[in-house]
Nanobody, 119 residues
């Protein structure tokens, strides 16, 4: 059974930093695109950043220059370094990945981790 598990969320003051991690486990053959989404209360889920297997990235305009995504293809992990955090970054952050197993190739989602930016 394939799982994605996020960690690293928490409460931070405006201007602070957090590092989120996402670990994929199970019978994984390969992982394609990996992505971070977030959903704030009362708002739709939005894409924060996507990273391809080759390392190319696409960031939402709202996080460019503040957030940095990385992945380790040998460890099946995804990370999001978030700097200069703002109250509007408060949301539940989800990782998602396109994963190939022995039987299927589809998207998997983590359970989410709460990020709260507040003084």
């Amino acid at each position: 059974q394939i799982q994605l598990v996020e960690s690293g969320g928490g409460l931070v003051q405006p201007g602070g930093s957090l590092r989120l991690s996402c670990a994929a486990s199970g019978s994984i053959i390969s992982i394609g695109d990996m992505r971070w989404y977030r959903q704030a209360p009362g708002k739709q889920r939005e894409l924060v950043v996507a990273i391809r297997r080759d390392g190319s990235t696409v960031y939402a305009d709202s996080v460019k220059g503040r957030f940095t995504v990385s992945r380790d293809n040998t460890k099946n992990t995804l990370h999001l370094q978030m700097n200069s955090l703002r109250p509007e970054d408060t949301a539940v952050y989800y990782c998602a990945a396109a994963i190939e197993s022995s039987t299927v190739f589809r998207d998997y989602w983590g359970q989410g981790t709460q990020v709260t930016v507040s003084s």
